[in-house]
Every structure is written in structure tokens, then in C-alpha cells.
T-cell receptor, first 109, second 113 residues
Framework: ELKVEQNPLFLSMQEGKNYTIYCNYS?????LYWYRQDPGKSLESLFV?????AVKQEGRLMASLDTKARLSTLHITAAVHDLSATYFC?????????FGKGTSLLVTP | EPEVTQTPSHQVTQMGQEVILRCVPI?????FYWYRQILGQKVEFLVS????????KSEIFDDQFSVERPDGSNFTLKIRSTKLEDSAMYFC???????????FGQGTRLTVV
């Protein structure tokens, strides 16, 4: 059974601080996705990582992929309140996305 | 910007009733999906659809569920006899051929009472 594990599941951090969210998965997959979800809203695609060593950055978020370790990270730099949301990673070993449980991020002043 | 649209945004139904959730995928997309998210839990895959047929389905997608593309634009999910545990947010997604990225709709919140 494919497992996608995120940690932490809950994260409260102060504005201006840095932190990393981790996503481990249990099967071979060359595609790793990060999504953002605001409360009651849909899933917004943040990053698609397609190969080992891929690194992508958008604003204060940077995602990386290590397919050998089956690990992806989402690094938050100098957090701001607008980043408060739930972040999901997902892998796609075949036909559909398998999501992690999500990391609920709260950025406080 | 093209987007996946879902209707209704919220549906309340009595247990045992049939519901149809509707989705209009992005117009040039060929792959369609339904996912669901029970409140506070992760997003779960239900079914994928390509070339007018189901390509894959999960264990959740049992005989109570069906999907249809009745015309060139709509993609529907039908639940024949709803149960309390079907209460969830249902997301439709679509993807263009050759693309790795799926786009999600805003979701339909289904509440079974």
C-alpha cells in the first residue's frame, strides 16, 4: 500500500521565521506535487517536481525532491501571515494522485 | 483563466437519496477525476475517466457510485443511495493530454442527513 507521510501535521510559526515541511513516500515515483488549500476552498497547485534533484521556488516557498530517499521538502522562508493554509504533498505512481494528510500551517505575528 | 467549475457548491440530502454532482472540466482537457475529502482528513482518489470510460477507480468507488460524461462539457458523479459517511467535499479535477498538472474545481460539499 502506498503511503505518503507528511510532518509535521500542525505547525505554528512566527512571522519572519523559516521552517521546512517534509513529505516521505513509500513507492517509486518521479512526480511529486505540492498543493495549498485554504479553509473551505479548493486545491491550488504550487509545485510539480518531475525528477530527482528538482528544486523549484515561488516567492517564499521552495520545494525539492530526492527520489532516491523518497523525500520532498517544502521550505518556507521568512513566513508571512498570508502563507497560513494547509499544504498537501501528493505522489502519482500511476493513474491518480495519492495525497498526504496535509500540514496545517498557522503564521502568527 | 480557464477553470474547473462544480455545481452545486453545497448539497444537503437525506440518507438513501440519490445525488448528482456536476463538473465542467477545462475545455481542452481529456482526463477527468473525482476526489473526495472527508472533513479534516486527506484528499482521497475516487475515479479517473478518459476516452469516455473509467480508467481507474479506488476501493471507495463501489457500486453506489457512477460517473458519466453526458455531453461534451459536463462530467458527473452520481451516488445512488447516499449514506451518512458519504458526507464530504467532492472535488473534480481535469488534466490536459501530455501535462503533469491536474486542475481542481472549487468542490461540492455534500452533507447527508
Amino acid at each position: 500500500e502506498l503511503k505518503v507521510e507528511q510532518n509535521p501535521l500542525f505547525l505554528s510559526m512566527q512571522e519572519g521565521k523559516n521552517y521546512t515541511i517534509y513529505c516521505n513516500y513509500s513507492t517509486t515515483s518521479d512526480r511529486l506535487y505540492w498543493y495549498r488549500q485554504d479553509p473551505g476552498k479548493s486545491l491550488e497547485s504550487l509545485f510539480v517536481l518531475l525528477s530527482n534533484g528538482a528544486v523549484k521556488q515561488e516567492g517564499r516557498l521552495m520545494a525539492s525532491l530526492d527520489t532516491k530517499a523518497r523525500l520532498s521538502t517544502l521550505h518556507i522562508t521568512a513566513a508571512v501571515h498570508d502563507l497560513s493554509a494547509t499544504y498537501f504533498c501528493a505522489v502519482e505512481p500511476g493513474y491518480a494522485l495519492n495525497f498526504g494528510k496535509g500540514t496545517s500551517l498557522l503564521v502568527t505575528p | 483563466e480557464p477553470e474547473v467549475t462544480q455545481t452545486p457548491s453545497h448539497q444537503v440530502t437525506q440518507m438513501g437519496q440519490e445525488v448528482i454532482l456536476r463538473c465542467v472540466p477545462i475545455s481542452n482537457h481529456l482526463y477527468f477525476y473525482w476526489y473526495r475529502q472527508i472533513l479534516g482528513q486527506k484528499v482521497e482518489f475516487l475515479v479517473s475517466f478518459y476516452n469516455n470510460e473509467i480508467s481507474e477507480k479506488s476501493e471507495i468507488f463501489d457500486d453506489q457510485f457512477s460517473v458519466e460524461r453526458p455531453d461534451g462539457s459536463n462530467f458527473t458523479l452520481k451516488i445512488r443511495s447516499t449514506k451518512l459517511e458519504d458526507s464530504a467535499m467532492y472535488f473534480c479535477a481535469s488534466r490536459r493530454q501530455g501535462s503533469t498538472e491536474a486542475f481542481f474545481g472549487q468542490g461540492t460539499r455534500l452533507t447527508v442527513v
